[in-house]
């Protein structure tokens, strides 16, 4: 019962003397629970089951749309520091509970980076913290929704990852219908095509970048007009698979990784052939040791260059020759 309840309970029997019957605690908490009752009844109050549980007792779903493997300390350490200063996690996972024999009790639908520092902790002489989860009931479809809408706006998920979870989900969740899961997301189509986009690069161009974070939506739109036809996609893939060798040697060690402005540079430099060059300016000369006389093409016009001491016979004799050679060709 609510104070407020309290009060007026109390103000029904205060002049009723002596005689007053005591005040029905029992009855308190009935009319405390009926209330409780009538609001999730009616929609306005919603139960959650938080736990706190050992990591180790859940699993990343199949359909989460981050990649558990580039999880590190280092890009963790925001949040491993913002629990140690809390004392604990403020915001709870999203899980749900698993059928048994699964290897695990539930599986995390948001929360990858939680799961990890709690993890991280527990095996770092903070064996103290435990999981916070709430234990939600979700179809798929339903939980890739909410991972997604949790994680849209987060910049600690890259352009990849989330590209690679919407090419799983349209073909899982919508029949391949771009448009409806466009709708179910309330995201525009163009924008979710650009990612799926992303999601069909060449496995290829992707092993060129540094890591999977690296890449990103813009990368596949610029990249996507040069490998249109089968000359630019070809060499496009050739250069992605030496900077790619560079990236793996530079990860043992071996020489600097391949900066990401660097790696789109030689991409695109490999899908554009060079400009066709112009024929090399000529130079005549009577005699090898000679300056000679230097024969410019530009447009209609041929312009004969040469220093004021050249001789008459070397003049003749670069006329000579450029009027033998056009008449040849």
């Not at 999601?199 to 992707?206: F, S």
């Not at 670069?318 to 033998?324: E, I, K, P, V």
Request: aromatic share 8%; net charge positive.
């Amino acid at each position: 019962m609510s104070k407020r309840h309290d009060a007026v309970f109390d103000d029904v029997l205060k002049d009723l003397g002596e005689d007053a019957p005591k005040r029905d605690r029992s009855g308190a908490r009935f009319l405390k629970r009926s209330n409780t009752m009538a609001e999730q009844a009616s929609g306005e109050r919603q139960e959650k089951v938080l736990r706190l549980v050992d990591p180790a007792s859940c699993k990343m779903w199949d359909g989460h749309n981050r990649a558990y493997e580039l999880l590190t300390e280092a890009n963790c350490r925001d949040l491993i520091d913002g629990i140690l200063s809390q004392g604990q996690q403020e915001f709870p996972a999203i899980v749900r509970r698993l059928p048994a024999g699964q290897g695990a009790e539930y599986e995390v639908i948001c929360g990858a980076r939680r799961h990890f520092a709690i993890s991280w902790l527990r095996a770092n002489n903070y064996p103290k913290f435990l999981y916070l989860v709430e234990e939600r009931e979700l179809t798929d479809e339903e939980a890739f929704r909410l991972a997604d809408i949790e994680n849209r706006d987060r910049e600690d998920i890259s352009d990849f990852e989330r590209a690679r979870d919407y090419a799983r989900a349209v073909d899982l969740y919508y029949s391949g219908k771009q448009s409806l899961m466009a709708e179910r997301l309330q995201v525009s189509a163009g924008w979710l095509s650009r990612y799926l986009q992303l999601a069909r690069m060449d496995a290829r161009v992707i092993a060129a970048f540094p890591t999977l974070r690296d890449v990103k939506e813009l990368h596949a739109r610029t990249l996507k007009p040069l490998m249109a036809t089968d000359t630019g996609a070809s060499a496009v893939l050739l250069e992605a698979d030496r900077i790619a060798a560079e990236q793996a040697s530079a990860r043992t060690g071996q020489g600097p990784a391949v900066p990401v402005p660097e790696v789109m540079k030689r991409l695109k430099a490999a899908a554009t052939p060079p400009k066709e060059r112009k024929a090399a300016d000529k130079v005549y000369r009577f005699h090898p040791e000679e300056k000679g006389v230097m024969v410019r093409k530009k447009g209609g016009r041929v312009q004969f260059e040469f220093d004021g001491t050249t001789s008459a016979k070397t003049l003749r004799s670069a006329l000579d020759q450029f009027l033998a050679e056009r008449d040849k060709g």
